[in-house]
């Protein structure tokens, strides 16, 4: 990584489990674009501890966008760099391989067995700098592009009008908007749209204020049966935690996650997963409203887990649903995997939006707009 990025960012040591902490860093790498690399702790270390940094170390791969396994030419393919490599493979992460310290020449072996995988390997010298350039040139080329997947762009276009409902209430940030409105706000002024944002109370008023009607609202998933009662239903509708999603996460596979809440039992377990850390308020959405919420609708004795970073529990294969937030603080990547890993233990999952408006009544009112997402719904309606 020092010579990758041309700082001493990383302490270097010939004694396994220097690096304890991922060392992330910012950088350019044209002609790709920005990129955020992280050197993890290596996984040949040892001992209790050693097996913290290695689980932490898998688990930063699983949401990476592409992964770098570097290799000692001295050495054979160990059992942990196969397990990597079979990782990668599990999760779909594209990866390079670069063996280090060519300058002492390369192990036989090791070129014959990335060879009979079908891995294709770089060589560089750290020592000399040597590759390192070719290596930067590789990575830029083959590391992935984003997901041009739209939030709001593809469901209006230039001149709609779109209406956004956020409600000022004790779960709004003081002073800002949370970050899904601001990014649909974004996302409609370049599609040169026009942009109408009232609260909920204010939402007939606006309606009424209009020459034509929008083409589309968006609104907070918790005012969503007031919003439905005051939208005709020629308006196409839908909430800020359905559009994050489709953007982050698989709208379809939340949907298909809908069949497990009517199919809960008294005593199954629930895992209400947040992706940020917060300080939570009286009357919390995560908490507890989503808690109560399903109590009441499902009339079971549940156990209800939370959980809050960018981890599922090691015993997620206990949990019969996974209720996930809208993910807005991670990357696509990110809630890709958890998707991945949840569909790996079998455990179906829906995030906030989804569950909240299919609770209150609003599916398939609020999916309208996705006909992927209805195709889903139209196959599991009878589910209730």
């Not at 160990?78 to 280090?100: C, G, M, Q, T, W």
């Amino acid at each position: 990584m020092n010579r990758f990025v041309g700082q001493d960012l990383v302490i270097v040591s010939d004694i396994p489990g220097t690096t304890t902490d991922p060392v992330r860093k910012a950088m350019e790498l044209l002609p790709f674009g920005p990129v955020v690399l992280i050197d993890t702790a290596g996984i040949d270390d040892i001992g209790e501890l050693g097996e913290k940094r290695i689980s932490k170390t898998v688990k930063i791969i699983s949401e990476a966008d592409f992964a770098v396994l570097v290799l000692d030419s001295q050495n054979k393919l160990s059992d942990y760099e196969r397990n990597l490599i079979e990782h990668f493979d599990k999760f779909e992460i594209p990866y390079a391989v670069v063996i280090n310290k060519s300058d002492l020449g390369v192990n036989y072996e090791l070129i014959e067995e990335l060879n009979n995988l079908k891995i294709k390997f770089h060589t560089v010298s750290c020592l000399k700098d040597e590759g390192i350039y070719e290596l930067k040139e590789k990575l830029a080329r083959e590391i992935p592009g984003k997901d041009e997947i739209p939030l709001v762009g593809d469901l209006i276009k230039q001149h709609d009008i779109i209406v956004l409902v956020v409600p000022i209430d004790l779960g709004a940030p003081k002073g800002r908007l949370i970050m899904p409105q601001v990014q649909t706000i974004r996302e409609s002024l370049d599609e040169d749209a026009i942009v109408v944002v009232a609260k909920d109370k204010e939402l007939r008023a606006a309606l009424a204020s209009l020459s034509r009607p929008p083409k589309l609202v968006v609104t907070d998933s918790q005012a969503i049966m007031r919003v439905v009662a005051d939208v005709p239903d020629e308006i196409p509708l839908t909430t800020f935690s359905i559009l994050m999603a489709r953007y982050k996460g698989d709208l379809t596979e939340y949907v298909k996650g809908l069949r497990r809440i009517e199919e809960l039992k008294n005593g199954d377990k629930v895992l209400i997963a947040e992706a940020c850390t917060h300080h939570a308020q009286e009357d919390d959405i995560g908490r507890v409203k989503i808690p109560r919420w399903l109590r009441l609708h499902t009339k079971k004795n549940l156990e209800i887990d939370i959980v809050s970073g960018h981890d599922f529990p090691d015993n997620l294969g206990d949990y019969k649903l996974i209720i996930h937030c809208g993910g807005c603080t991670l990357t696509r990547k990110m809630m890709q995997t958890r998707i991945k890993q949840a569909k790996y233990m079998d455990v179906p999952i829906v995030n906030y939006g989804v569950a909240i408006s299919y609770m209150h009544g609003a599916v398939p009112r609020a999916l309208e707009p996705f006909p992927e997402a209805i195709a889903e719904w139209e196959k599991i309606s009878g589910l209730s």
